[in-house]
């Protein structure tokens, strides 16, 4: 079900270049992809670094297709992701995955919605359709109003049907509102009392809306880095190519990683890779019981 993620917080490539050098004012690094990613982490980074070096770090959004694409075309420095590459894609092939931090997808719904928790299994229900109506979550009598990204390639879209069904191409029958992006999807879901929806907890938390319990945990800094909280995933600097000629870029993806970028990332209330590395291995293990599941059910 889950993707093994073999890209180690320690990426020799970019580590052992310095970010302590001065530099011209004209020196300048342009990221762009991701929202989420962007919200995580990516501000608060670009922030303290054109402060360090005085390189200005331009940021953009567009999601994390255009980051990953963008990145590996040349036309931004930098892209920003918060889903892997997909393997065989032309316009991926020559993307690096550099991993970050950990975010996690948070089921949204109004602030007024009596429902505080929900299962795996009545979120799987309602995407599918099978699960319609309040009533059937302990809430209203009033039909569900479920909000999902338009596509399959964006970062929660194909994260949560790789996390929740374990097929990158899982339909969603039961969506009444399909939107272009998670900022109107958030939106949405803020004005309305029967929406419900899932997006990236780092993104999601400075919306007014509630983040509901998942089979009893709720997505907070503590349980994603345990991984209590089942729905998480890595984010990611993306560049063309593993080892990156522009010195600009090294330099930045090694203050990322640096003891300081960490603190930072911290401060941003996200969990820095390295910080939970365990999450790896207990992606494999969830990998392999989906996978002994799916083969059992044929």
Known sequence: MLRVFSIFVLTIPFLVVSTSHAATSEESLLWGGCG???KAFMAELAKAYTKKTGIQVNLQGGGATKGIRDATKGSIDIGGACRPIIDGHPEERNAYQVPVAWDALAVIVHPKNPVDSI????????????????????????????????????????????????????????????????????KGIQKNVLGIGTTGISSAK?????????????????????GSYVLYRPL?????????????????????????GREIIRSAGTVPYSDAMGLVMKQIEQYDDATEKRLSSR
Do not use: C, M
């Not at 999902?148 to 969603?172: C, I, M």
């Not at 400075?206 to 345990?226: A, F, M, Q, T």
């Not at 593993?242 to 003891?259: N, P, Q, T």
């Open 119 to 186: 299962s795996l299994q009545q979120l799987q229900g309602i995407y599918t359709g099978k699960i319609r109506n309040w009533k059937e979550l302990g809430g209203w009598n009033k039909r569900i109003e479920l909000y999902v990204r338009r596509g399959k390639y964006s970062g929660v879209g194909r994260t949560l049907r790789e996390l929740v069904f374990a097929n990158y191409d899982q339909n969603f029958p039961g969506a009444r509102h399909v939107v272009k992006s998670s900022g109107p999807l958030e």
């Open 36 to 38: 989420i990613t962007k």
């Open 236 to 260: 990611y600097l993306v560049t063309r190519g593993k080892a990156s000629s522009d010195k600009k870029v090294k330099d930045f993806i090694s203050f990322a990683l640096s003891r300081e």
């Open 206 to 226: 400075r919306r007014k809306v509630k983040l509901l319990k998942l089979n009893g945990h709720e997505p907070s800094y503590d349980n994603i880095k345990n």
